[in-house]
Each structure stands twice: as C-alpha cells, then as structure tokens.
C-alpha cells in the first residue's frame, strides 16, 4: 500500500505559477475570462486551483487544473492566490483534460487533441479514458477518428500547419 499523497492549501505568487506544457487547454476566450474575473472579484474563487512543485524551479509551481482561474485572477491585477499544492506523483494531462471536460468545454480539435495524447502517450483504450472521464465510449471512438482525419489533412495540405485546427 503506498503512502497517501502530501497536500497544502496557501497563497503563493501568481507570477509562480506556470501553465503545465501538458495543458490540453490551448485557446481562451476573452470575453468568458473577463466575465469569469467579474465574478471572482465580485464573489471571490469558490475553487482553488491545484498545481505541483515545478520541476525545475524551486518555490514555482505547475498549474494541475483551474489554468482559467488564474487567469481570471491576473485580469483582476492580483499579486497572490490561494492554491493547493499536490505532492507526489500527479498525473496533471489527465487531471487537466478532466477538469476541462467537467467545467468548461474544450473546443473539438483540443478534446480530440487530449483524448489522442491519452491514447498514445498512455497506451489506453477506449474503455480506459471513458473511466478516466467519464465520457461515453463513443464519443471518444468518434473524436479519435476526427483526430485522424484532421491528422491525415494536415499531410494533404501543404499551408495546414497554418491554421489553428491543425494536428
């Protein structure tokens, strides 16, 4: 039986806290982070966001989940936030793409993108990141195959890398 997990609730600089290279989260809307940073000045963050001691910089942290509230949070001029740290083993691509999924949705071509990553850097299966997240089996089934597709186009055309929804 493995040792359980060390965690910590505290205010650390927002400056410390770093965007996870893993993140499957690419784009952010403007307009939901403005409206986002309303409502945490106004009612104030009713989630922490977790991150992980970065790897290579002491005292800095990697973001886990919540990448939108921090930076709502920055939006609001904030200096600190209260985060909790998770220590030890942290799988932070399926945690992300979790709380992506639960929250607020990623654009199609970033949960193809995530569930692909799953698939490949994992070596799960279907039934493997249905458990993970929750989403029905088919639905995954159907954003691999968007995933192949788009992969097959950006072979085809020759300017694909250009464009956003490029694999």
């Not at 607020?104 to 995530?114: Q, S």
Request: glycine residues 6%; contains cysteine; aromatic residues 8%.
């Amino acid at each position: 039986m493995s040792a359980p997990r060390r965690r910590e609730f505290k205010s650390v600089p927002i400056d410390f806290l770093h965007r996870d290279p893993h993140q499957p989260r690419k784009e952010f809307d403007s307009e939901a982070l403005q409206e986002l940073a309303a409502s945490i000045k106004s009612e104030g963050m009713m989630q922490p966001p977790g991150v992980k001691p970065h790897p290579k910089r002491q005292g800095h942290y990697l973001i886990v989940w919540g990448e939108r509230r921090i930076r709502a949070t920055k939006l609001n001029e904030a200096t600190e936030v209260e985060v909790f740290i998770l220590y030890g083993k942290v799988d932070t691509f399926t945690g992300s793409l979790v709380e992506n999924l639960l929250r607020k949705d990623l654009n199609p071509i970033e949960e193809a993108r995530g569930y692909d990553e799953l698939r490949r850097s994992r070596g799960w299966k279907t039934k493997e990141i249905h458990q993970a997240t929750g989403v029905a089996e088919q639905t995954i089934k159907n954003k691999l195959r968007s995933c192949l597709c788009l992969r097959r186009f950006s072979r085809w055309c020759p300017r694909a890398h250009c464009h956003k929804c490029a694999l």
